[in-house]
């Protein structure tokens, strides 16, 4: 099996609804997101997946939620913004641009701190 991954960052604020205590007061984070993605073969250049195309799909999915209130961003606005929740998300939306039968995304690690990371994969 081979995986590569990406980094990228971005600022937002969030207030996780109905939670007891101070994160659910707006908030905000210096997040990171690291998308992983596996293969068994590589394709006819020797990759999993161009880091190019990595590091495009990954920047986009982060660009809509830069500087901005992710509560209010869909599916934000009806789900809480946890970092868990978020990790989906990244997942959701890296797989549907990127799996391709042969790659496929296996895992997104999101931090909302140095110290506190949450991760999402099947």
Partial sequence: MYEV???TTFSSAHSLREYEGRCEALHGHN???KAHVAATELDRLGMVV?????KAALEETADRLDHTLINDVPPFDSI?????NLAKHF???LSA???DGRARVSRVDVWESEGSRASYFE
Avoid: Q
């Fill in 5 to 7: 991954s990406k980094e």
């Fill in 31 to 33: 997040w990171k997101v």
């Fill in 50 to 54: 161009d880091f190019k195309i990595l």
């Fill in 80 to 84: 809480n913004p946890s970092a868990e």
């Fill in 91 to 93: 997942y959701a939306e």
């Fill in 97 to 99: 641009r990127l799996n």
